[in-house]
C-alpha cells in the first residue's frame, strides 16, 4: 500500500538526519531539537518558548517526523468517514480535490480501501493543493511514484484562498473534495475576511459546476474557534450549499487533556460519537514517533443531491 512505503522513507530520512542537526532550523535559537515540540508549538502555540515568533509548518525534515507520527490516525479518520460514502464505493472515475493534502492521508486511505476490495474504481485523479511545496515536496515526489495509466497525482502549490478562484473558472469537476485538517489551520493563519471570502466562492462553484451524487469531506479537530479549532466553518460553509444531505459526528478523543471531556459534543442534529475510534494499522515499527492509536477528530459528510 502507498502508506507503507512512504512511511517507511520519510523514516529512513528522519533516521538518518536526527533532530538537532538542522542548521537552518526557521525557528533558530527556539528549536529544541526535536520536531516533536516543534510540532507542538504549532498545534498549541501557547506551548511555545516565551519571545519565539509563530511557528509554521516549513520543515521538511520536520515533515517527514509529522507524516510518521500522524498519518496512521489521519488516514483511519478517512477511511472510517469513506466507508460511509455509499456511492463512491461504485465509481468508475474516483476524481478527488483534496485541499491542504500535506502528506496525502486521503490518498492514503483510497489507495487503502482500494487494496481491501472495498473501492473498485477504474481509474483515480488526485490533485491536491498545498501552499508549502519546500515541506512537503520530498514526500509528494515519492507519491508520485505511484502513478500509473490508471492513477493519476497532481500538485498545486498555492494557497487555498488564492487557487480557489482558478478552481471555479476551470471546468474539471471531482466527485470528492476533502478538506483534511484545513480550516483550523486556517483560521490560524488567515483573516476571517478572506476566509469567508473562500467559502462564498467555494460555495459558489460547487453549487453551480460540481455535479450531483458528489461528496464534501471535511475532517478536522474537534475544536472550536475559541480553542483555537475552526469547526464552526464546517456549518458556515455547509449553510450556502444548495441541495444537499448533511451528516455529522465525531470520535471519542481518548487522548483529550484540558480541552474537553471524553464526551464532547458536535453540534445541533449530529449523529453523535461514532461507535469507533481504533486505528486501523500495525505501527509498532514507528513507536519512536509516538503515533496516536485512536481517531479523534469531528466530521461532516455533504452529499449533492441529484
Known amino acids: 500500500m502507498i502508506i507503507d512505503t512512504i512511511l517507511a522513507r520519510c523514516d529512513e530520512r528522519w533516521s538518518s538526519h536526527q533532530c538537532g542537526n538542522c542548521p537552518s532550523c526557521s525557528y533558530g535559537p527556539f528549536c529544541r531539537g526535536s520536531c516533536e515540540h516543534c510540532l507542538d508549538a504549532i498545534h498549541n502555540p501557547r506551548h511555545a518558548p516565551q519571545g519565539a515568533p509563530e511557528r509554521k509548518y516549513d520543515c521538511a525534515h520536520m515533515a517527514d517526523f509529522y507524516t510518521c507520527k500522524y498519518s496512521f490516525r489521519y488516514t483511519s479518520e478517512i477511511i472510517y468517514a469513506l466507508k460511509r460514502m455509499k456511492y463512491l464505493m461504485t465509481l468508475d472515475h474516483f476524481k478527488v480535490l483534496s485541499f491542504g493534502c500535506g502528506p496525502c492521508t486521503d490518498l492514503f486511505a483510497i489507495d487503502y480501501l482500494h487494496e481491501k476490495g472495498k473501492i473498485s474504481y477504474d481509474s483515480l485523479e488526485y490533485r491536491g493543493i498545498d501552499y508549502s511545496r519546500d ?12 502513478e500509473n495509466d490508471s492513477r493519476h497525482i497532481y500538485f498545486y502549490y498555492q ?23 484545513v480550516f483550523s489551520d ?18 459558489q462553484y460547487f453549487n453551480n459546476t460540481v455535479q450531483a451524487k458528489a461528496y464534501i469531506l471535511l475532517n478536522d479537530v474537534n475544536l472550536g474557534t475559541a480553542y483555537g479549532g475552526g469547526r464552526e466553518y464546517f456549518d458556515q460553509l455547509s449553510a450556502k450549499l444548495s441541495n444537499v ?24 442534529n449530529s449523529d453523535g460519537e ?33
Open 135 to 146: 515541506v512537503w515536496e520530498n514526500i509528494h515526489r515519492d507519491i508520485k511514484h505511484f
Open 274 to 306: 461514532f461507535p469507533h475510534n481504533a486505528n486501523c494499522f500495525d505501527f509498532a515499527h514507528y513507536g519512536k514517533y509516538s503515533p496516536f492509536n485512536t481517531c479523534a477528530s469531528a466530521q461532516m459528510l455533504i452529499y449533492k443531491r441529484g
Open 186 to 203: 486556517m483560521y490560524k493563519h488567515t483573516g476571517d475576511e478572506k476566509l469567508s471570502e473562500f467559502i462564498n466562492v467555494f460555495a
Open 245 to 268: 444531505s448533511v451528516r455529522k459526528g465525531r470520535f471519542c478523543n481518548d487522548n483529550a487533556f484540558g480541552y474537553y471531556d471524553r464526551g464532547y459534543p458536535y453540534g445541533d
Open 159 to 181: 494557497n487555498a484562498c488564492d487557487v480557489i478562484h482558478d478552481i471555479a473558472d476551470g471546468t474539471w469537476t471531482p466527485n470528492l473534495i476533502v478538506f483534511q485538517y
